[in-house]
């Protein structure tokens, strides 16, 4: 081979050389396989099965409505709610007769903002007009993120009542 037909081949070749090592160093990388994202109710995470947390547990006076908040935590299957109250006219263990009945509501967060906002809205339970009354209650699932709930006592304006309660929660 002459000196001629060498310089005019020599681009043709680096050409090809490097087609070629671009072609094996593409072949050689491993491709990722394909990601599936996973939903965060379905990972595995801790679970509040097995434990429980007071919701309520005081004496209260009450002149129109008192509300109180609690929370379910995420992955909590089957909630409970259980307790029990009664109001009194005045004074604790004064009379506790159909003058001192109260409202007593459950609502989640929407009902909630609905009642405060005097929009119709159903509640999750309710019990009107009484003065002795006793909850046991299945809450639905938490899934993956909490929930938030809401005890209501509400009563008729006029004689001021004082309630005793105890409410708790189990997971």
Known sequence: MNQKTLL??????????????????????KTKPPTE???????????????????LHKTL?????????FDIPPHAVRPHLHGIFESFVREVHGASDDTANVDFLIVNADQYDDLTNNRPSEAIFSVEAS?????????????????????????????????????????
């Open 8 to 29: 005019r081949i020599l681009p043709f070749l680096f050409l090809t050389a490097f087609l070629t090592a671009l072609v094996l160093a593409t072949a050689c990388q």
């Open 37 to 55: 994202e996973v939903l965060p109710m379905d990972r595995v995470t801790s679970s509040p099965v097995g434990t429980s947390q007071t919701v």
């Open 131 to 171: 003065h002795n009354q006793s909850v046991n209650l299945d809450l639905p699932a938490s899934f993956d993120r909490p929930v938030e709930y809401y005890l209501v006592f509400r009563a008729a304006k006029g004689v001021p009542k004082v309630i005793e309660a105890d409410f708790r929660v189990d997971f």
């Open 61 to 69: 006076s009450l002149k129109s409505s008192v509300t109180f908040p």
